[in-house]
């Protein structure tokens, strides 16, 4: 009896500290801040989204983010969402609801103008050496999204 009272604390405590995992607070970043994870990600592809929980082709494009999250070691890929909303509690909300598992930013001020974003959704993608090879302006579906990082996976 005590061993099933072990097992089911054991359970609930693994459950609580996963679900503050996807609930982490959200914090700003600066241009400086982003270069800097950036050149620190060398050797992994990273993909920087630009988003907002009001544009729905971006609340829509989440589902493959979050897949393709799952299908990729973290060893081998980085995805970090730069968020465009006013309201911290809103992005952190919709982390939650939408169970993300990658890091959202909130934009410090100077993301989007330093990286000359003026629509959104806008998905950069970085290949191991730190070389952009994907700029794009739009929904991507989560198929596009597996076969571009495959492809960039096997670039050198």
């Given at each position: 009896?005590?061993?099933?009272?072990?097992?089911?604390?054991?359970?609930?405590?693994?459950?609580?500290?996963?679900?503050?995992?996807?609930?982490?607070?959200?914090?700003?970043?600066?241009?400086?801040?982003?270069?800097?994870?950036?050149?620190?990600?060398?050797?992994k592809?990273?993909?920087?989204?630009?988003?907002?929980?009001?544009?729905s082709?971006?609340?829509?494009?989440?589902?493959?983010?979050?897949?393709?999250?799952?299908?990729?070691?973290?060893?081998?890929?980085?995805?970090?969402?730069?968020?465009?909303?006013?309201?911290t509690?809103?992005?952190?909300?919709?982390?939650?609801?939408?169970?993300?598992?990658?890091p959202?930013?909130?934009?410090?001020?100077?993301?989007?103008?330093?990286?000359?974003?003026?629509?959104?959704?806008?998905?950069?993608?970085?290949?191991?050496?730190?070389?952009?090879?994907?700029?794009?302006?739009?929904?991507?579906?989560?198929?596009?999204?597996?076969?571009?990082?495959?492809?960039?996976?096997?670039?050198?």
């Open positions: 009896m005590n061993g099933q009272r072990c097992l089911i604390l054991c359970i609930l405590l693994y459950a609580l500290m996963a679900s503050s995992a996807l609930a982490a607070p959200v914090s700003k970043i600066s241009a400086a801040e982003l270069m800097h994870q950036m050149e620190n990600n060398k050797g592809v990273l993909i920087v989204t630009f988003w907002a929980t009001w544009c082709p971006c609340v829509k494009e989440m589902p493959g983010l979050v897949s393709v999250r799952n299908e990729v070691p973290e060893s081998e890929m980085q995805v970090l969402g730069i968020s465009l909303d006013t309201s509690q809103a992005v952190e909300n919709f982390m939650q609801q939408h169970r993300i598992n990658f959202i930013c909130m934009d410090g001020g100077d993301v989007g103008s330093t990286f000359g974003v003026k629509s959104i959704p806008r998905t950069l993608i970085f290949s191991r050496s730190g070389e952009k090879v994907l700029d794009h302006l739009g929904f991507i579906s989560v198929e596009s999204f597996r076969h571009v990082v495959e492809r960039v996976r096997r670039m050198p």
